[in-house]
Structures are given as C-alpha cells and as structure tokens.
C-alpha cells in the first residue's frame, strides 16, 4: 500500500514563506492527478491546489496568486510553495492523490496523507 507522507509545515509570521513537501512510498502513477488540501479548526475540508499529469493547475480562490503546486514524478513527489501567508492559512495541509481528471473537490480523491500543520501568526 502506497502512503503519502507530507512534511515541511511549521510556524510563521505572516507575510512569509514555506515549502512543503509529499513523497509517496512507492510508484504513484504519473497519469494522476495530485493535490493539496487543507482543514483549518472548525471548517470542512477545503481544496487548495490541483496539478495534472501534463502539468495543469487549479487553485482554490483564497489562494491563487499566492501558493504554487509543483510535481516531480521521477521522484514521487508533490510541492506546495506558499508565499504572502496570511493568519487565515493556518490549518493542516493534507497531499491527496487521484484519478487522471480529478478536480478541487476531494471526492475525487482516494489516497491520503496524513498531514502537516501550518501555523501563521499575524
């Protein structure tokens, strides 16, 4: 069973800057789609960014312009850079792998990390 490990969340002040990182296991098929959720105290999940397999992105509106999701499939791997945080992007950050034509809307995903927290003071 391939598992998907996230890393690189912390504390930050906001207006600053973090990485983070997801590194499947095993083989992640290329053809999937992969992306970042998030779920902050109180509130559902929420879609944060979607990369396809050629490389097409979608953001969640309170992030675009701000976040960038990247993928490196000869090393099984899914970033996230955030700029400019804000106090409202603190929650846990989850990575999630899909089928070839998965959206932002996380029913169209079935792996699961199990999250790295991001916290930013303002």
């Known amino acids: 069973q391939v598992q998907l490990v996230e890393s690189g969340g912390g504390s930050v002040q906001a207006g600053g800057s973090l990485r983070l990182s997801c590194v499947a296991s095993g083989y992640i098929d290329s053809r999937r789609c992969m992306a970042w959720f998030r779920r902050a105290p109180g509130n559902g999940r929420e879609g944060v960014a979607v990369?396809?397999?050629?490389?097409?992105?979608t953001y969640g509106d309170a992030v675009r312009g701000r976040f960038t999701i990247s993928r490196d499939n000869a090393k099984n791997s899914l970033y996230l850079q955030m700029d400019s945080l804000k106090s409202e992007d603190t929650a846990m950050y989850y990575c999630?792998?899909?089928?070839?034509?998965?959206?932002?809307?996380?029913?169209?995903?079935?792996?699961w990390g199990q999250g790295t927290q991001v916290t930013v003071s303002s």
């Open positions: 999630a792998a899909g089928g070839p034509g998965a959206s932002l809307w996380y029913g169209d995903f079935g792996l």
């Open positions: 990369i396809s397999s050629d490389g097409t992105t």
